[in-house]
């Protein structure tokens, strides 16, 4: 400071502060020399604390309101200066003025997933953000833990250190609420106001209090939300066949309305599938009439029929169609334990193939069903045949 900062401090006899930044939280009294008037005028307003510090003590502490500073409203720092008889004089002393409003532009969130334990999932990964508020309650634990001498304390200072604090108590609130992921946005509310007493525990050797902590979202990784929405997709259809005539219905309705191009060909279409449902009908074998019964004659009356009534001549039924071969019989399927690990099935030539390629020798172990155990393929019966043209391994030489 210059001399007329000098000369200023002679004359001012009045202590304010005016915040205009809503990011500070703690402001120093910017006075020459900290040489303060016995006798000045402190003004403590709203939402603000002023706090005497001396020699780096904290001395007096002053709520809102206006004050004259003498010795009766300052003991603590008067019994230390030992001006027993109010001198008016200057002495030095630093005013800290504390804002105790709370600060609600506080952001937090997860840099990095939290593992948790899922009933229906088993382990997932969630991701989690919101905001909290802060706020003073005591402004001399403040001073003497985060704030010491800066002249200007603000929100940025402490907002990294708030947020690590938060991360890392997240997880076991939300363990401990033993809630499915899919049910925690209902219990959102309930996990912040745990976490906010936590905090509020955890923070009050630094005169610090959480009044309020939110979860805006807690979500869960990008390929679990994706197959979460298709289960949904599933469920939102319900039966898949009525779904499609529904489709294939408003297709209809679409292409009708359509005059010309695709709607042409879609009656064209039409047409021809009605033409063909005729068609069919007109085929189908008809049910043969009963035969006509002819008028009664006596008996030695020479036998006179009544001419065959006019009308269409009926063909007999078609044949049936030849009888169908019956299926072929069903191989035996195969498993082989090719290097260390199951694999199959094979039929037989499948099994012969892979003695042709070396991957199946006699003591391979095989098995198919009906067999108690895996067994050396050379043992088997069944399978001798696969390996005819395969010589047997040489003896060992002596």
Known sequence: MGLWDKVKGEFIDIIEWLDDSRDTIVWRFPRYQNEIKMGAKLVVRESQVAVFVNEGQVADVFVPGTYTLQTQNMPILSTLKG?????????????????????????????????????????????????????????????????????????????????????????????????PVLDLVSQQLTIGTRLAGVLTQELAEYGIQIPKFIIENISLPPEVEEALDKRTSMGVLGNLDQYTKFQAANAMEAAANNQGGAGEGFGLGLGMAAAQQVANTLNRPQQQPYPQQQPYAPQGAPQQYAPAPAGPQYAPPPAAPPAAPPPLPQQDQWFAAIGGAQAGPFDAAGLGGQVQAGQITRETLVWKNGMANWMPAGQVPELGAIFGAVPPPLPPMG
């Open 83 to 179: 001006w027993k008889y109010g001198f008016d004089s200057p002495w030095k002393a630093e005013v800290y003025y504390v804002n105790t409003r709370q600060f609600t532009d506080f952001k937090w969130g997860t840099q990095n997933p939290i593992m948790m334990r899922d009933a229906e999932f088993g382990m997932v990964r969630i991701r989690a953000f919101g905001a909290y508020s802060l706020r003073v309650v005591h402004p001399e634990n403040l001073l003497k833990q985060l704030v010491g001498t800066d002249p200007q304390f603000r929100t940025e200072e402490v907002s990294e250190f708030l947020r690590q604090l938060i991360v890392g108590h997240l997880g076991p609130a939300l363990a401990a609420a033993q809630v």
